[in-house]
């Protein structure tokens, strides 16, 4: 398939990861029940040391992928940073925070904050603002996922243990490799507000009196509540989510003119049990996964997709010439694949 003018390839990524945690030895210290969450299959996730800030691990992934791929801060025409997680200030714009870290002057900087999304589908973002402005050429596109303990407990989110890691991604207009092709989404708003956090924002800036993220409710409660714990409708929303995630995948690989067959890779949010449940109507084993990373980082919010592409390509499971599917669910709630030909 011919690289479209406002096509672009990955030429390089860079990491940067919180302390490593055995989720075995530290899951007692977040829940009553840590069993529970051993079973999820993660045996480790990164906890940023509490002097490290969201704009911190952005500018130390960026750094690191410039410097692999042998450029500057001055060859940067666009920087973009994509957030999963409650931002270090309100009325505050993170994309300038970062390019003030890796002192950038006078460049275009765009932030993005769809959840665990906006890693994946920030792709075709960036495609379109190609489109439109022909003198931009090499974007460096910063996925990070920082957790703020005292809104969110980290363990009860949802059924993940979220962890916190940046990647960067250098992208270059024209470039064959690592290419984007595609990128498809949709939301199904009536279940926005699964997942949110209720306090820290303009409805209640302040949480009430002995409110602790250690013992508020799990983010499972407000989805059985909205299913009135009903176990039939839960596991009807269980399938219907399998078969939207599919659905979106087929979606991208209409726009990019190819078949779901060809897909030799999916890489989903860092959820092993999610990560199955995907690959298994695709017809790819586990090996063609994410399964193995994602239990060795643990949930990175926006920085899954990108991070284990990554390393997947420098492991060479990913080889040249296949065609992966960035693909997942996030806070919305919104469906989304963008397909990379390597």
Not at 68 to 83: E, G, H, I
Not at 138 to 163: D, G, I, P
Not at 183 to 196: A, K, S
Not at 251 to 271: L, Q, T
């Amino acid at each position: 398939m011919a690289q479209l003018p406002h096509g672009f390839g990955i030429t390089g990524f860079g990491y940067s990861f919180g302390a490593d945690q055995n989720v075995e030895e530290v899951a007692g210290t977040y829940v009553p029940d840590p069993e529970r969450i051993v079973r999820w299959g993660y045996h480790t996730f990164h906890r940023a040391p509490d002097d490290i800030t969201t704009t911190d691990l952005a500018a130390q992934a960026a750094r690191d992928a410039l410097s692999r791929t042998s450029m500057t801060v001055d060859d940067v025409d666009l920087l973009v940073l994509a957030t999963s997680e409650h931002p270090e200030y309100p009325h505050w714009d993170g994309s300038a925070a970062l390019g003030r870290a890796l002192k950038m002057e006078s460049r275009q900087t765009l932030l993005l904050n769809e959840g665990c999304a906006s890693g994946v589908t920030g792709l075709g973002i960036v495609a379109g603002v190609l489109a439109v402005q022909p003198e931009i050429n090499t974007v460096l596109f910063v996925a990070v996922n920082r957790v703020s303990e005292f809104h969110r407990n980290r363990m009860t989110v949802n059924n993940a243990v979220h962890s916190d890691g940046a990647v960067a991604a250098v992208l270059r207009r024209g470039h064959e490799r690592n290419a984007w092709l595609a990128t498809e989404q949709f939301t199904i708003p009536d279940l926005c507000d699964w997942f949110r956090t209720d306090y820290g924002g303009a409805v209640a800036p302040l949480p009430p009196e002995g409110w602790s993220s250690r013992t508020a409710p799990a983010g499972h409660v407000r989805v059985q509540e909205h299913f009135r714990k009903d176990p039939a409708r839960l596991r009807e929303f269980g399938q219907a989510a399998i078969t939207r995630t599919l659905d979106v995948i087929d979606g991208a690989c209409k726009r990019a003119g190819v078949g779901r067959d060809e897909v030799r890779h999916v890489i989903y949010i860092n959820d092993p049990d999610g990560i199955a449940d995907i690959a298994e109507p695709l017809g790819l084993p586990l090996e063609r996964t994410n399964t193995e990373i994602a239990k060795a980082h643990g949930h990175m919010g926006s920085a899954d997709q990108l991070t284990s592409l990554g390393e997947l390509i420098e492991q060479g499971v990913v080889a040249p010439g296949d065609l992966v599917a960035l693909t997942g669910i996030s806070i919305g709630m919104r469906w989304y694949c963008s397909l990379v030909r390597a």
